[in-house]
């Protein structure tokens, strides 16, 4: 298996554009969680999705941001307008129906100028 | 208080030093415990989940004090391959409608 696929790997982009960061997660697995890492924060978890059904959305920090995930194999985090301190390094992560293990993708660097 | 806390380090150790980190976690009524590794720039991966009765996986032993609420991840006879961010993950309350991670412990092992 692949593991979970994320792109872009990078993305820089000017204050006020529409960024579009997108995941695959693990053939067969049921949950998908969008997390945002900065040094100041650590790692957050902005949303997560059951079957592909948002299920607990109350980490995205405000209307800027919005995710979906419209078959079991895709998602999409949306941020629109962007701002600086929307920089930070953005994962996705899968993770069976039984098991506890979250699998990371290796991540988006975001910065946003 | 934070949910989930952590030393954040740096320990610098020298190589075949044991050092242990610990992590603390404010509801009682937390479910699992795991302990995840991640490199620089890189994602973090699991290392090892955390049972009650304690568990060991070669140099690594972990432990749960649900008393205490707190978790530790024992790691014998450094390498400089065990350099890395040590994150504790608690899970729950209400099965796994809730992760939250720590912010990690900076291990830096010396030669």
């Known amino acids: 298996d692949a593991g979970v696929i994320q792109s872009p790997r990078h993305e820089v982009t000017e204050m006020g554009q529409e960024v579009t960061l997108r995941c695959k997660p693990i053939s067969g697995h049921d949950y998908l969680f969008w997390y945002r890492q900065t040094m100041m924060r650590g790692l957050e978890l902005l949303i997560y999705?059951?079957?592909?059904?948002?299920?607990?959305d109350s980490g995205m920090p405000e209307d800027r941001f919005s995710a979906k995930m419209p078959n079991a194999s895709f998602s999409t985090l949306k941020i629109q307008p962007s701002e600086p301190r929307d920089s930070a390094v953005y994962f996705c992560?899968?993770?069976?129906?039984?098991?506890?293990?979250?699998?990371f993708g290796p991540g988006t660097r975001l910065t946003v100028t | 208080r934070k949910e989930v806390e952590q030393d954040p380090g740096p320990f610098n150790v020298p190589e075949g030093a044991t050092v242990a980190f610990n992590c603390t976690y404010s509801n009682s009524a937390s479910q699992s415990f795991f302990w995840y590794r991640q490199d620089c720039r890189k994602e973090p991966k699991l290392l090892m989940s955390v049972y009650s009765s304690g568990n060991e996986d070669g140099r690594f032993t972990a432990q749960l004090n649900r008393a205490s609420q707190y978790i530790s991840l024992l790691i014998r006879d450094s390498k400089l391959s065990d350099s890395a961010t040590y994150l504790c993950v608690v899970i729950g309350p209400g099965g796994y409608q809730k992760v939250t991670f720590g912010t990690g412990t900076k291990l830096q092992v010396i030669p």
């Open positions: 992560a899968s993770r069976p129906q039984a098991g506890g293990e979250q699998y």
């Open positions: 999705f059951n079957n592909n059904v948002p299920i607990d």
